[in-house]
């Protein structure tokens, strides 16, 4: 597998995995919005912006955070290039370069989505956010079950594995950074209030209260959407498939290369962090450095891997 080929299947995941998540971001801010902080219009549409990284594309467009213009601009601004099209889209054309060597339902699904999105209007989005936000979710979900029936369990598949739960432990930690920020200071209940919406949010409250029952408190919440092993959208159960995805690269190369080795040791590393990770370490204001250490060895694993196997001339995947 050329090393552009490797590329573009590894962003395939990612930009699928980030379409949906930000659908599920979105999500979050629309459970959490009547709550007294987030009273100022500007305060709590500028607070979504800066979950998502793109504060400075924004303000270069707009003077002010309407709920109408960050929603055309997360959702539907083909500019920017983290909006919910623009992934859509980048994951289509990377997925057309690919044609002859994956199922051709990918493609299908894929060209779909991103024709759907395409003819669609802020106006669209303003007559039911929840509903317009759930076909995302639907329409991403559809992608993710195709792969999962139809490619066969090599390269190509791993790749798009890999990117997809790097994009997923990433965004997690988004999402709960979004809402710690905001609770600042808050009283318990607050926090308890914001932290459920987040556990709706990504399908877990059902999964959460099998764990916890009633015990239903903010560092329970936090407790299972980081460390717990068994829910899918866990930072702990992402981090877990990436690093077995990125073990199991078939690579033609007679040491494997330093790079690869690279690789597997900062996946292993953030594993284990998770792995040992205990309560206590996660409680009070210990959460918010800890989300920011995720976050970080996340871009850093992102950075690692693109040096790895997208630019190093010569390794055979």
């Known amino acids: 597998m050329l090393n552009r080929n490797a590329e573009a299947l590894f962003w395939i995941g990612r930009y699928m995995e980030r379409a ?5 971001l979105i999500d979050v801010h629309y459970h959490i919005q009547q709550e007294e902080d987030f009273r100022e219009e500007g305060h709590k549409w500028s607070r979504l912006i800066d979950a998502i990284g793109a504060r400075d594309e924004y303000v270069q467009q707009f003077e002010s955070f309407s709920e109408q213009d960050v929603l055309s ?4 601004d083909l500019g920017n290039a983290n909006s919910l099209y ?3 889209h980048h994951a289509r054309n990377n997925l057309r370069t690919l044609r002859q060597q994956l199922p051709s339902e990918l493609w299908d699904i894929a060209n779909s989505f991103n024709l759907w999105l395409g003819d669609r209007s802020v106006a669209d989005i303003m007559k039911s956010p929840h509903q317009f936000y759930q076909q995302i ?22 790749f798009i594995e890999s990117g997809r739960f790097l994009e997923r432990a990433e965004n997690t930690v988004r999402i709960l950074q979004s809402v710690t920020s905001s609770c600042q200071d808050k ?9 459920q ?3 709706r949010s990504v399908s ?4 959460f209260r099998k764990f916890f029952a009633d015990a239903v408190s903010p560092e329970c919440i936090l407790e299972f959407l980081i460390t717990n092993n068994a829910f899918p959208r866990s930072v702990r159960f992402a981090a877990n498939q990436l690093e077995e995805h990125l073990a199991n690269i078939e690579i033609d190369f007679p040491d494997r290369g330093e790079g690869y080795e690279r690789v597997i040791r900062q996946a292993g590393k953030i594993r284990a962090e998770l792995d040992y990770m205990e309560k206590e370490d996660i409680a009070g204001q210990l959460v918010d450095q800890v989300l920011e250490s995720l976050k970080s060895s996340c871009q850093k694993l992102g950075r690692t891997m693109e ?5 190093q001339e010569g390794i055979k995947i």
């Open 307 to 311: 040096v790895a196997f997208f630019r």
């Open 73 to 76: 601009f997360i959702t539907l």
């Open 197 to 199: 919406a987040v556990l």
């Open 20 to 24: 949906e998540n930000h659908a599920r």
């Open 86 to 88: 623009s992934c859509v």
């Open 204 to 207: 877990g409250y059902q999964a």
């Open 137 to 158: 979710k639907e329409r991403a979900a559809m992608f993710l079950g195709a792969e999962q029936s139809v490619m066969l369990r090599a390269n190509e598949w791993r």
């Open 187 to 195: 009283e318990q209940s607050a926090v308890y209030t914001q932290l």
